[in-house]
Each structure stands twice: as structure tokens, then as C-alpha cells.
């Protein structure tokens, strides 16, 4: 099962762009990138999922170089409401061994200040 | 549509005592998981079912049972409560393997005193 990192925190101020990367060195064919996001209290609510190359969505868009050895998250033009932890999750497509062992890590607290 | 839902919401324990926390999803679901949070810890999987009758082990599963009898729930149960089971516990919930999209419960919010 690939091991994640991605940084603990990062600050940000209102309006500018964050990006967040997570590193995933032992991916697997088999394997996507997800994350997810958690604001305090409750549970963690699903932004994005790729496999390579760019996936954009209404909230995010999704980096992955063609190694697919990291991610990037990137959130354009943050507000205070995006304060949150974010998670970067390698999961397992089927066929794997590791198919619903879904590891989330520490994740990476966002703090966005006006 | 009621999502992903936890009972109770809180619970005080005594050390030693059991109980069951309950988690049913009405989106017919194949995939259900367990996790407990605890403070700068991130979310850590307890245990995992891809389908009725089929349970499995996560990171943490050490003082935990579950059983899988039905599509809807899958309970999680303490069989002996110590106080290093204070936490709170997220059940989630997803098609096929969930490694799609993961569905989220509210949260039991558990301390073992």
C-alpha cells in the first residue's frame, strides 16, 4: 500500500491560490489519487479524484506529473471558509490486494487568514 | 436521504464496560469502514467491510469487533472499554470498495473514563 506525505500545515491569506502537494512514491498501476476535506467536527467530505495529467472541478483541480509519483491540490482563491485539514488518499482500484484499505494520514491543516 | 448515520452521538464509558456504536447507510452501499480521530492524529481505519458477510482489519483494529449481517449497517463494538479508546469514531461508507467516494457519518464523540 503506498505510504502519503504531504506537509503538516500551511497558511494562506484570503483571495490568493494554495497548492498542496503530497508525495506517493510507491503508487501502483492500479492506484488513484483522492483527497478529501475536513473542517472540525465532522467528517471528512470528498473533493477530488485522478489517475494522471489534470482533473478539474467546481471546487479543486488535481495535478499529476506522468511519474504519478506526487499530487498537487489546488484550491484557487481561497476564502476563511476553506480553513480546513485536507487529505491526500492512494486508493486501490480492483484487483489489488490492498482494495478498501483506505489510509487517510495526518493530513495537512490549511489556515486561510484575511 | 438520510446519508450515513451514528448513533448515539456521544457516550461516557467506564473502563471496562461495553457497548456498540452504530452506523447505517440507506445508499446501498457495498463498502462501510470505521476509523477513529484522535487529536493530531489524523483519521486511522479500525476496521472495513466490502460487502455483507466480508469484514476485514485496518491499522488499528486491536480492541474492536465488527460484523457485517446486512447491506445497511455495520455496528462496531466494544467489547471491554479502555480509556485509550477515548476518540471520536467516523463510519464512511462507498460503492463497490469506496475507493471512488467515500460517505462520511456525523461522528460518536466516545470517552472511557
Known amino acids: 500500500l503506498a505510504k502519503t506525505t504531504q506537509p503538516i500545515s500551511m497558511d494562506s491569506y484570503e483571495g490568493q491560490e494554495v497548492n498542496i502537494t503530497c508525495s506517493h512514491n510507491n503508487i501502483a498501476t492500479n492506484d488513484y489519487i483522492t483527497w478529501y476535506q475536513q473542517f472540525p467536527s465532522q467528517g471528512p467530505r470528498f473533493i477530488i479524484q485522478g489517475y494522471k495529467t489534470k482533473v478539474t472541478n467546481e471546487v479543486a483541480s488535481l495535478f499529476i506529473p506522468a511519474d504519478r509519483k506526487s499530487s498537487t491540490l489546488s484550491l484557487p482563491r481561497v476564502s476563511l471558509s476553506d480553513t480546513a485539514v485536507y487529505y491526500c488518499l492512494v486508493t486501490s482500484g480492483h484487483g489489488s490486494s490492498n482494495t478498501g484499505k483506505l489510509i487517510f494520514g495526518q493530513g495537512t491543516t490549511l489556515q486561510v487568514k484575511p | 436521504n438520510a446519508g450515513v448515520t451514528q448513533t448515539p452521538k456521544f457516550q461516557v464509558l467506564k473502563t471496562g464496560q461495553s457497548m456498540t456504536l452504530q452506523c447505517a447507510q440507506d445508499?446501498?452501499?457495498?463498502?462501510m469502514s470505521w476509523y477513529r480521530q484522535d487529536p493530531g492524529m489524523g483519521l486511522r481505519l479500525i476496521h472495513y467491510?466490502?460487502?455483507?458477510?466480508?469484514?476485514d482489519q485496518g491499522e488499528v483494529p486491536n480492541g474492536y469487533n465488527v460484523s457485517r449481517s446486512t447491506t445497511e449497517d455495520f455496528p462496531l463494538r466494544l467489547l471491554s472499554a479502555a480509556p485509550s479508546q477515548t476518540s471520536v469514531y467516523f463510519c464512511a461508507s462507498g460503492l463497490r470498495t469506496g475507493f471512488e467516494k467515500l460517505f462520511f457519518g456525523s461522528g460518536t464523540q466516545l470517552s472511557v473514563l
Open positions: 467491510s466490502v460487502g455483507a458477510g466480508i469484514t
Open positions: 445508499m446501498n452501499h457495498e463498502y
